[in-house]
């Protein structure tokens, strides 16, 4: 049993790429969820999904783009990276929105 | 505007002693308040909750206080050993809206 699986776990990109952070989880969870976290401001959810073909903007949706196929996986799609989206990004799941989150170990994305 | 604040960036404790971390909050319709704790490379974990109908949850070494009126919770950790170093989230929400969490305190553990 693995988990919430995120890959990969760093990452460097030019100002302007564009690149995917993928997520999987094997415990069924409908809830899923992708945060980034700065220094200082704790975690801040970014988009999130209560089941496969749906999914919402967070609190920080700007930049990033979801899609939820499969009920396994959620990846982000960083569209055009900023130095801005320089951050620590957890994938997390749950059974429900109600219900506590289990945390990949996360993807340092670092843009210059 | 930050809705959960964890005023200290960082807490100190000997081990065997009591570590106290607070948090506030400013949106009086959260009703459900998690702590969670990180260790560096790892993603948080989930340690105790409470709901707004309760004052008090205890589970082993930790207990959770939620004082409703001053909108404010802490975490106690008795003792505090130093495998207890690591950062500390509360976070909040209310039924089906989106978990809000505050910056994170840092605790160490001293042996």
């Known amino acids: 049993n693995a988990g919430v699986t995120q890959t990969p776990k760093f990452q460097v990109l030019k100002t302007g790429q564009s690149m995917t952070l993928q997520c999987a989880q094997d415990m069924n969870h409908e809830y899923m969820s992708w945060y980034r976290q700065d220094p200082g401001m704790g975690l801040r959810l970014i988009h999130y999904?209560?089941?496969?073909?749906?999914?919402d903007q967070g609190e920080v949706p700007n930049g990033y783009n979801v899609s939820r196929s499969t009920t396994e996986d959620f990846p982000l799609r960083l569209l055009s990276a900023a130095p801005s989206q320089t951050s620590v990004y957890f994938c997390a799941s749950s059974y429900d929105r109600n219900s506590p989150l289990h945390f990949g170990n996360g993807t340092r994305l670092t843009v210059t | 505007d930050q809705q959960v604040k964890q005023n200290s960036p960082s807490l100190s404790v000997q081990e065997g002693r009591i570590s106290i971390l607070n948090c506030d909050y400013t949106n009086s319709m959260f009703d459900y308040f998690l702590w969670y704790k990180k260790y560096p490379a790892e993603g948080p974990t989930f340690l105790i909750s409470?709901?707004?109908?309760?004052d008090k949850n205890e589970d082993g070494r930790f207990t959770v206080f939620l004082n409703k009126s001053a909108k404010h919770l802490s975490l106690h950790i008795v003792p505090s050993q130093p495998g207890d170093s690591a950062v500390y989230f509360c976070?909040?929400?209310?039924?089906?809206?989106?978990?809000?969490f505050g910056g994170g305190t840092r605790l160490m553990v001293k042996p």
């Open positions: 999904s209560v089941g496969a073909g749906i999914t």
């Open positions: 409470i709901s707004s109908i309760k």
């Open positions: 976070a909040a929400h209310s039924a089906g809206n989106m978990l809000t």
